[in-house]
């Protein structure tokens, strides 16, 4: 069945620093692929998206940009800031459903 | 707009009660998503419905989950009898599934414990 297979946290950076979140993913036609945010003691919100090959989901600071070859979907951002201190999901949709499938997600703490 | 709302926020019950979440979606949505996240299994999508009819249950974990939705503006995930290992923070979407991109809405979660 389809998988997404993030990389484990938690990761602890300062303020002004370069993030990178590893998202792989398998799945068995050609899915939508998802970034989603979670703050403390909140639902998930979405960050970004892409929907094909090549595309570039971008939001907020944050890159991902959709790699079939590597079957991959990395969130990046230049430079971090205290209030991007949250759990993040990498996430894929199968088309023709509606349904998600989610990673384990990534806390991610920005010191000042 | 409210956004999606469940209810309550924080449940503590014994094992053996039944347990009864709740949650409004957004106005106009026409899907609806249950989500169980646990740190062993992360988050799993438990059962959604379209236009108020069940699509795909198969993340139901046993007999003892059951979810309705009566009408396009409520929904309930019911646990009868509750058990320690369901406990976990249980989060409502909604989306308006019109074809293309359907954006899904959470709602703030409901945290259970089951003791």
Known sequence: GDSVTQMEGPVTLSEEAFLT?????????????????????????????????????????????????????????GSVQVSD????????REGGSEKLVFGKGTKLTVNP | DAGVIQSPRHEVTEMGQEVTLRCKPISGHNSLFWYRQTMMRGLELLIYFNNNVPI????????????????????????Q??????????????SLVAGGFNEQFFGPGTRLTVL
């Open chain 2, 81 to 94: 009898p509750s058990e320690p290992r369901d406990s976990a923070v249980y989060f409502c979407a909604s």
């Open chain 2, 56 to 79: 795909d249950d198969s993340g139901m974990p046993e007999d003892r989950f059951s979810a309705k939705m009566p009408n396009a503006s409520f929904s309930t995930l019911k646990i």
């Open chain 1, 21 to 77: 979140i590893n998202c792989t993913y398998t799945a068995t036609g050609y899915p939508s692929l998802f970034w989603y945010v979670q703050y403390p003691g909140e639902g998930l919100q979405l960050l970004l998206k892409a929907t094909k090959a090549d595309d570039k989901g971008s939001n907020k600071g944050f890159e991902a940009t959709y790699r079939k070859e590597t079957t991959s979907f990395h969130l990046e951002k």
């Open chain 1, 85 to 92: 201190s949250a759990v993040y999901f990498c996430a894929l």
